[in-house]
Structure formats: C-alpha cells, structure tokens
C-alpha cells in the first residue's frame, strides 16, 4: 500500500517569514494530493489539492507543488501570520484510499 | 465546500456500554465514507472504509465486531463502538467523499469512557 511521509513533524517561523512543508510517497497510482489544516480541536480543512496532471497550484499565499517522477510534493504558505498556527496534513489518493502524512504543527511567531 | 455533519459532538459514558456516532453529508450524496480516530497531537489514523449499501472494509487492527460501521444510505454512516473501554476513548472524525474524490470532514465526536 501507500507510505506517506511528511516532514517536519513542527515548524516555527516569524510572521512574514516562508514555511514549506514536504511530503512524499510510495505508490506511483496516486494521483490526487490535499492538503488539509486542523486547529486545535476542529476538524481537517481542505486548503489545496492537487491533482497528478498539473505540477503547480497556488491560492493566494498558498501554493502546491508536484513532482511525480520524484514522488514528493510540498505545501508553500508565504507572507505567514499567526492564524496560520495549526497543524498541517498532506495525504495521497489511490483509488479509494486515503493516505494521511503524520502531521506538521506549523506556529507562527508574531 | 460540502458540509458534513457529525453527532453527537462529545459523549461521556460508562465502560461496558454502546455508543453510536452519526456522520451525515448534508448537501451532497457520499458513496463513500471513511472513519478516523485521532489521539491528541497526532495524525488521522484510518479505522474502516464505509461504502453505501456494502460491508465496510476494515483497517488492519481494527476490530469489526468492536466499530460496527452501517452506511444505509448515501448520506448517512454510522459507528458504534461496542462495549466501549477507556482505551476507546479518543477523537473519532468521520469524512465524505464527493464525486470527484475531495473528502470533507466532519467536526469530530470525542469519546470518553468512564
């Protein structure tokens, strides 16, 4: 089945700075890559996803990118601010199988 | 994005007892359904797979007999957790999957068990 690792399992930066968060997998089927945030206590958000035809996706200071020969993808959050303290998951889809990173608590740093 | 709801959001209960957790996708139909438990600081781990209409598919580990899954219809799955223990308590999170496989989350049901 899928591995996913992510990494770093925590990261501080300071408000303005740039946090990247990488993930990468095992099964070449996969083809679609969420990533979600989860604050304290509530659920998983989707904020981006992307699929395995495209290589970028951005959304304002959120970005994803993709290298399938690699197997890896990355969350990119630019310009951080303290609301963007909470933990963050990247998964990997094949088929019907969700497979979730272990998770990067990310605490910007005012 | 699809709103996915989950009931109830926090239940206490002895140890020994049933407890049964309802995940329902209030503005789209989901065929597929998935259970999550989650300890404190930690990842989603995938307890079962949920399909409408079908038995579920089970995660290694995972006692079928113990998180009884019903997935009647297209908007509504179930969990119970059977004579539950302490060890069951924990955060449960159910998810939806839409037609073109994004998964939304419900809020979550924290179990704990006297």
């Known amino acids: 089945g899928e591995n996913v690792e992510q990494h770093p399992s925590t990261l501080s930066v300071q408000e303005g700075d740039s946090a990247v968060i990488k993930c990468t997998y095992s099964?070449?089927?996969?083809?679609?890559f969420p990533w979600y945030k989860q604050e304290l206590g509530k659920r998983p958000q989707l904020i981006i996803d992307?699929?395995?035809?495209?290589g970028e996706k951005k959304d304002q200071r959120i970005a994803v990118t993709l290298n399938k020969t690699a197997k890896h993808f990355s969350l990119h959050i630019t310009e951080t601010q303290p609301e963007d303290s909470a933990v963050y998951f990247c998964?990997?889809?094949?088929?019907?199988?969700?497979?979730f990173g272990t998770g990067t608590s990310l605490t910007v740093i005012p | 994005g699809a709103v996915v709801s989950q009931h109830p959001s926090w239940v206490i209960c002895k140890s020994g007892t049933s407890v049964k957790i309802e995940c329902r996708s209030l503005?789209?139909?989901?065929?597929?359904m998935f259970w999550y438990r989650q300890f404190p600081k930690q990842s989603l781990m995938l307890m079962a797979t949920?399909?409408?209409?079908?038995?579920?598919?089970?995660e290694q580990g995972v006692e079928k007999d113990k998180f009884l899954i019903n997935h009647a219809s297209l908007t509504l799955s179930t969990l119970t957790v059977t004579s539950a223990h302490p060890e069951d308590s924990s955060f449960y999170i159910c998810?939806?999957?839409?037609?073109?496989?994004?998964?939304?989350f419900g809020p979550g049901t924290r179990l704990t068990v006297l």
């Open positions: 099964d070449s089927a996969s083809n679609y």
């Open positions: 998810s939806a999957q839409t037609s073109a496989d994004t998964q939304y």
């Open positions: 949920s399909n409408e209409g079908s038995k579920a598919t089970y």
């Open positions: 503005d789209f139909q989901a065929t597929t």
């Open positions: 998964a990997a889809i094949s088929g019907n199988q969700f497979y």
């Open positions: 992307i699929r395995s035809n495209v």
